[in-house]
């Protein structure tokens, strides 16, 4: 058995005896929040229960019928009256009363693709009444149009549109939507190729585009048209590859769900891919991980697996904000025990769901921060502290290696208060200054004044809560080998040492931070002039570092 192999019955296990373990609502589902979670985990409960391979820890018989009586509740919950605007779709949020709840268009972009599959697949091991519900099912959502709608932001819904007009047209002999499929297919993947992907970072829905193009090509039988998928896929993987560390997704988040931040816990596509970090207990998006897998291309698999050598990756993304055509540009640093990354420049998303740079380490055991970051509350954010993403527009960066300087000149009429959400591990308060040591890597971190710690029980990190309107942060990450070569081998020798190199801060006046690098010997100016609509210099030994001193893989941007 292959590696991935292994590894995705080792998903379908785990969930599938969590979905055994899970009682039933009165409902006969298990879940009321998200009619997907029912339908993943009996899908997971079916597939362990008539799988040839390990026995599972629970009676096959049993299992099986379970899953079908969920995958029936799921099923009947369907629009099936034609002539209704939602026919074809699924309530999403089920409470109170599942029959009551009114159709929503998000579970069948996702769900309707992986029904076809699951369908295609286990039919035959399937009881007569499911298997005639599902293929009703299946009938009501290709006649449901959902996926007919023009491409216009490239983004994951219309990838998801995408693949179901080539699984669907396939499906009903459908050719002029199998056609069209194929069009969408080529044009997004052109416009890929050359602007980038605009949801930079946007990490569960990311995994949307790689399960839906991956699920066309396990159901496409035209070898011309899976060839291309196929180049879709190693153009995804290869994004992906990028930007990976044993988990890890670095660099800037333009969306993601608090289980992104301030830990990467989204990572089943990843483990199953790339297996360099254990299988979490917890798996807050289990989706189809263990079902539908696409081998990535081995130069990208190189690139995630073999972090030997630190690496820059510089790259241009063409989006639209408001109306407005935008080049952004992303910049990260990968070690082979952190990374560090972010956009220069800052942009409004959907929600707010951003962050705007950070610190990566590798995925934890145990559910703990792998990400360190600071921002300044903006949209969204609660003061309840538990999901540190919504970051206000009011920050100035430099990136430079394992360097990152920031500052946070706040107008009058915001919040005078600055968060740093630091992971678990062993850290040393001083004055002005936090040094630690967190697995593999050293941090330390310099403010522009006093700071607080606030203790987030049972959540794998801490936040740091630094006041005033005119607040700065220098963060240099040295890894634990790097700090061996230079004498030091305990988290006391690193706060000695780095003590004696702090940063100078003004912030009188024009902002200004200078600092020497410990590594690098380099001295790095980060200036912000207020007067001036907050532009910012940043400088790398009197040197215009911004984009200068980095290559970038600058995009054409058609009109």
Known sequence: MSPYKRRMNEIVRSVAGKAWNEPLLNSGLWFHGDIRDNYYYASYLFAAAVSSEEAPLFNRQEGKQLAEDVL??????????????????????????????PPHELPVELMGSLMAYFYHNYAQQMSGKLADRFEKALVNVYRGNFYRKPLEHYGHHEAKYTAAKLIFGQQFSDHELLEEGRHCLRRTLQVLRKEGMAEYGSLPWFWHWVQSFTCAWELIEDESIKGEIAEMLDHLWSLRANLYLKGAWVGAHSRGWPHDAPKDANVLHDYVQFGDFELPEKMPRTEYAGFLFYEAPEEARRIALNRMQPSEVCSSIVKTVEGERRVLHSYAYITGQFAVG???????????????????????????????????????????????????????????????MAFYPLPDDVRDEVIGVIPEGDWQQKSNALYGKVEETYFAIYLTGPYGIKIQQQSGHHLVVCRGRRSGVVVEAVSAVEAKGRGITSIDEFAGKMSLSKPLFNIEGKLQVDYTGFLSGNTLSLRVDESDGCECVQLLNGKDISFDHYTYNVVQIVH
Request: aromatic share 12%; hydrophobic share 30%; no cysteine.
């Open 72 to 101: 029936e509740r799921v099923l009947q919950l369907q629009e099936m009256d034609r002539n209704s605007s939602m026919y074809g779709h699924w309530p999403l949020n089920l409470d109170p009363v599942p029959e009551q709840a």
């Open 342 to 404: 972010g956009l220069w420049e800052r942009v409004k998303e959907f929600d707010n769901e951003q962050l705007r740079w950070l610190f990566s380490l590798p995925v934890r055991r145990g559910g703990l921060g792998n990400q360190l970051y600071f921002f300044h509350p903006g949209e969204g954010y609660a003061e309840s502290g538990t999901d540190p993403r919504h970051q206000s527009e009011w920050t100035k960066v430099l990136y430079h290696k394992n360097i990152v």
